[in-house]
C-alpha cells in the first residue's frame, strides 16, 4: 500500500511541471540555511566577539582566535562545497580513462591467464611463486581454481569484482529499470536524483546532493571540520560569556545576544555532528556505506551457482589501513584537504582475499556430491 502510493507521487510529479519547480527550490532550502547560519556565526565571531578583544580586552588572544578560526572555517566550507558541487558518480558515467581497480598503476590479469602464466614461471625454479602457484595446496587463504568470470587478480594475487559479485536475491544480475542500466557492484538509486549512484552511501538534504564514489571524502571531511568547527566557536565564546555575565547584574541585561545563540546553536550542531562523525569513521575503516551497514548483501560467484545471503559478510573490507586509503588517498599529506584523490573507479572493487576464499570453499563444498561411506 505504501509503495503504490510513493509511485503514485513519483508518477505525478513526473507529470507536473510545475510540481516538479517547487521541488527543486525546495531542494535548496537546506543549502541557503546552512550557508546563511555559517555566515552569521561568521559575524557573531569574528565582529561581535574577535573585534572586541582586538580593541578593548585583549589583543593578544583576539589575534590568537583569528588565526585559528580562519582556517578552520575555510577547510570546512571547502569541503562543503566541494561535497555540494561534486558529481558522486553515477554508472551511465563513461568510465575514468586509465582507471582500472582500486590501483591506476597496477596491472590486472584474467584468472585464466594468471593460471597460465604460474605454470610457466614454475619452470624456472629461481622464479618467485605467486598466489596462483599453490591455489591447489590445503590452505583456506588459497583462492579456488573455480573463479567466476567477474573476478581477476591483480599483481599480487588478489580478488578483484569487476562489477557482478553482487546480485538480487533471485541471483539475477541487478538491473535499473528507471535508468535502463546495469549496476555495477554498490551501485543504488537515488529517488531524489533520479539517477544510479556509484557507491552511494546517501542522498544528503544538506549538501542538495548524493553522497558517492566521487565525492565521499569531501563529505567526510565536512562532518570532521564542521565538528571542530562548532567545538572551537562554541568553547571560545563560552569563558569571555560566563566573565562578562559574573560582573554585574547590568551586564547580563546587556549581554550580546549573539554570544549567547552561538555557544547555543554550535553546541548543538557540535554534539549531533560528532555523532555522524563517528559513525562514517567506523564506516570508513570497515570500508561500507551508510546503505551497505543496513541492508542485507546477495553475493553469487559462480554464474550457476547459489546466492549467498548475508548481513555482515563484508567482501570489499580489505584491512582498516587500506579501506581508509581508498577513500582518502595514498599522499597523507593529503588526507584532510578537500583534493580528489581516492582510488578506483566506482566500478570495480578489491576483495577480501580471505572472505572470498571462505565463501567460494563454502559454496563449492555445498555443491559436492556426498560422498558413499
Known amino acids: 500500500m505504501v509503495q503504490s502510493e510513493s509511485s503514485g507521487l513519483e508518477k505525478w510529479l513526473e507529470e507536473n511541471k510545475f510540481a516538479q519547480f517547487l521541488f527543486k527550490i525546495g531542494n535548496y532550502i537546506p543549502v541557503v540555511f546552512l550557508i546563511a547560519l555559517v555566515s552569521w556565526s561568521y559575524y557573531a565571531f569574528v565582529i561581535r566577539l574577535c573585534l572586541l578583544y582586538l580593541l578593548n580586552v585583549n589583543p593578544t588572544q583576539g589575534v590568537v582566535y583569528l588565526v585559528l578560526y580562519h582556517p578552520l572555517l575555510v577547510l570546512m566550507m571547502w569541503s562543503y562545497f566541494k561535497a555540494t558541487l561534486t ?45 596462483d602457484d599453490i591455489e591447489n595446496r590445503d590452505s583456506s587463504f588459497d583462492v579456488p581454481a573455480t573463479k567466476p568470470k567477474t573476478i581477476i587478480l591483480d599483481e599480487n594475487g588478489n580478488p578483484v ?8 536475491q533471485s541471483g539475477e544480475k541487478r538491473y535499473c529499470q528507471k535508468c535502463q542500466h546495469d549496476k555495477p557492484d554498490r551501485t543504488h538509486h537515488c529517488r531524489v ?21 566521487r565525492n565521499h571524502k569531501y563529505f567526510y ?28 547584574y547590568e551586564a547580563i541585561i546587556s549581554l550580546d545576544l549573539n554570544w549567547s545563540f552561538l555557544i547555543l546553536i554550535g553546541g548543538i550542531f557540535g554534539l549531533c555532528l560528532i555523532g555522524f562523525a563517528v559513525y562514517h569513521t567506523s564506516l570508513l575503516f570497515s570500508n561500507q556505506t551508510t546503505l ?16 549467498t ?3 555482515y559478510l563484508n567482501l570489499f573490507d580489505i584491512g582498516k589501513r587500506a579501506n581508509f586509503i581508498q577513500v582518502m588517498g595514498p599522499e597523507w599529506y593529503f588526507w584532510f584537504i578537500p583534493i580528489g584523490n581516492s582510488l578506483g573507479d566506482g566500478r570495480s572493487w578489491p576483495l577480501n582475499s580471505y572472505k572470498y576464499s571462505t565463501l567460494c570453499e563454502s559454496v563449492e563444498n555445498l555443491t559436492k556430491p556426498p560422498q558413499s561411506a
Open 87 to 131: 558529481s558522486p558518480g553515477y554508472s551511465i558515467d563513461p568510465p575514468i580513462a586509465g582507471s582500472t581497480g582500486s590501483h591506476q598503476s597496477i596491472s590486472y590479469h584474467s584468472v585464466e591467464q594468471r593460471r597460465s602464466n604460474s605454470a610457466q614461471n614454475s619452470i624456472d625454479s629461481n622464479s618467485p611463486i605467486h598466489l
Open 221 to 248: 571531511l565536512f562532518i570532521v571540520w564542521g565538528t571542530i568547527y562548532c567545538f572551537f566557536v562554541t568553547f571560545a565564546t563560552l569563558p569571555p560569556t560566563i566573565q562578562y555575565a559574573q560582573s554585574s
Open 309 to 311: 545471503t548475508s548481513k
Open 292 to 307: 551497505e551497514s543496513l541492508t542485507k548483501h546477495n553475493y553469487k560467484i559462480k554464474d550457476d551457482g547459489d546466492v
Open 193 to 213: 536524483c533520479k539517477k544510479c549512484v556509484l557507491k552511494m552511501d546517501h542522498h544528503c538534504p544538506w549538501l542538495n546532493n548524493c553522497i558517492g564514489f
Open 161 to 168: 569484482s569487476v562489477g557482478s559479485i553482487m546480485v538480487k
